[in-house]
């Protein structure tokens, strides 16, 4: 049986007890740490907790090896694969359980908390979200608005967007706040739209840590707060009266 | 310290390791039963595992008492309210954090998956659903037509729709998926829109549990199709062409 496992969105602890019962009972377990940052303290400190090793798998591993190296044993054995936060809204690993479809293995999902559900700590209602967008770091012949659309049709439908801000890991370099805000400031006066000084947002920094920042405000006020380490997510919200006396009252 | 924790999606083993701990360590347990259905089965079973007694709540008991039950209480001991899926999906939970703010009480939020993540088990990418509306069912002086809009909407951007199905807990009454197609096929073809026999749509039952059921198919082929016991959940999406495909080999 192959188990596709959430590690939820901070440390390993947002684990379920059913991921973590299936981690005890495996006979391998693997661990993918490039869709989401996973520190080397907590693998080994869930190593010590179920008491077996965790193979740590690149983005190659998964995606071009995972047959030899994970869903082939799982035919005849219990295979556990660890992924941060939910473990499907990292797209790609659909792939996997297709392939399971397809050798006929059985496999099961054990959900977990991701950012996608998370946000609702915002106080903004969870229904009201609408697609999201990612901003990446721009690049000398590489300057996407996409993201800003996407802003931009939710706003017209009355829907909050969550922000991604980019993340390049193999150069430790990560989207703050204040960066992802100057950058949609820019776009904002060239395209003549609606995002300025004024506009209210929420950022997030480490949400579900016990170091968390949320913070309710306008972007002039966000731009000079310090949010701390990484990660950083930003909401850009089309709020209603009740959310935003929330916003105000739990977050500025 | 008043810890709001989430239970998952299905049972309680969707609690996760950090949310055990605190029962574990809380002085007084309570549980809310009403903005998810939580078998009483699963509320004995925690129990055992915590070896403490859990206080159901009703939906007065956490809207006009949550004070003098259990938020008081939180300032000199560690009060722990259970609550289906992620805690803060119920969108009225936000107003408890409140209260502890202003009354200066420590609380930790402790997420879990909710349907808001668990759906791209379908194959569908998380970041492309839309808002999310529901469907009431129909009464003699009341037929809201608002959550077609919702998907409608959700249609011309590129976006899917979760669209969630009545529960009436107190009548025993759970609308099925078959009900919900009729609902949006009468609707459609009064108002001339998009939405027949011919589209695809998804509808997921139990998700989370042993038996859940996902299923990919036409609405003609969805409506004759037996789901199974509740809770049912409907998804009318807006494919890309890889989204198609897995839905298609995993689903149908």
Redesign the interface.
Known sequence: MFYLI?L??YG???????G??ACKNADSMFIETYTNIIQKEYIIDLEKTINKKIRELSRDDVETKSEELFIDKSKKSDVCLLVG??P??A?TH??L??LC??KGIKFK?V????I???V??T?L?????????SIPFPEPHYNPTSFFDIIE?NQK???HTIVFLDIKKDQDKYMTISEGLNILLNISKEKKSFFNDNTKVIGIARL?SPDQVIRYGSVKELLNFDFGKNPHILIVPKMGKIEEE?AK??YS
């Open positions: 959430g939820g969105i390993w602890k947002g684990l379920s007890v059913e973590l019962n936060g939910d499907l809204t797209t659909i792939e359980l297709r479809k397809e999902v959900h977990a908390a991701s996608y559900n998370s609702c700590e106080g209602h969870v229904y009201k979200f609408g697609k999201s967008c049709q439908i009355e829907a579900g929330y009252e739990l």
